[in-house]
């Protein structure tokens, strides 16, 4: 298995230099080929699945995009009122984030960072958005990576992976046939039984439980949605809760200590950050 950093610095490296055309044209309103034109429309479709399943006025309320890429569901939560913190592994990607930005009236608000999306000095927040940021991680690190988020989220984890089917075991197999420089970063399909086992069993995700759950499939993009429900009562990040990244009550006693380093870091290495999915 590569190691955490390891990881991380394949994914940058990938969405800053091998890709950056690619997912500008593909992120934007520019002709894409039909392939990548069934890659948007899915993508699309699972944003606004996502944002459907978050409040419809989110005023007061801290949202983490988690892998936002070039920042679309951001920008829609934003015009809902959140205080969004938008963080990527991309530097580029944030960059276009920044420079597509529109006007957002009201009291919404974006914070773009390039960094990890599990850094516990990011702060509290009220819901925590994962689009496709998991689908290159096995099953074991995606609920690692989730008990991380918990312990700062007072609301819903959305999240999606890279669902194990027949197509997609073909897809992934075909994509190995491109010459190396040319493929992306490994999908990872998981399945539904196994990550909801892991999640029953994770000590520090006892507190939630699986909500809704929605499976894209356009062409050669496919994803499944999960929704990850606090079931306890706690504060909100609103309500008491640091707004900013203060490492204030990070800890799950909620006693306010904060975390020396990610749970998913300790033990075994594992891949995890905000990189995002791309095609």
Known sequence: MSSYAARREALTTYFDRTAVEAWSRLTSDAPVSKIRATVRAGRDAMRATLLDWLPADMTGKRLLDAGCGT????????????????????????????????????????????????????GRFDHVVAMDSLIHYQTPDIVRALAELALRTDGAILFTVAPRTVLLTLMHAAGQLFPKNDRSPAIVPVTEGALRRRIGREPVLQGFGVGRTQRINSGFYLSHAFELMRVNSRPSAGEGGPRSGSGEGNDLSGQGA??????????????????????
């Open 71 to 122: 920042g679309a569901l951001a920008v829609e939560a934003a015009r809902r009122g959140a205080e969004v913190v938008a963080i990527d592994v991309s530097p580029t990607l944030i960059g276009l984030a920044q420079e597509r930005l529109p006007a957002i009236d009201g009291p919404g608000s974006i914070d773009f960072r390039v960094g990890d999306m599990l850094d516990p000095w990011l």
């Open 258 to 279: 904060p975390l020396s380093r990610p749970l998913l870091t300790q033990g075994p290495p594992s891949p995890a950050e905000g990189g995002g999915g791309r095609p």
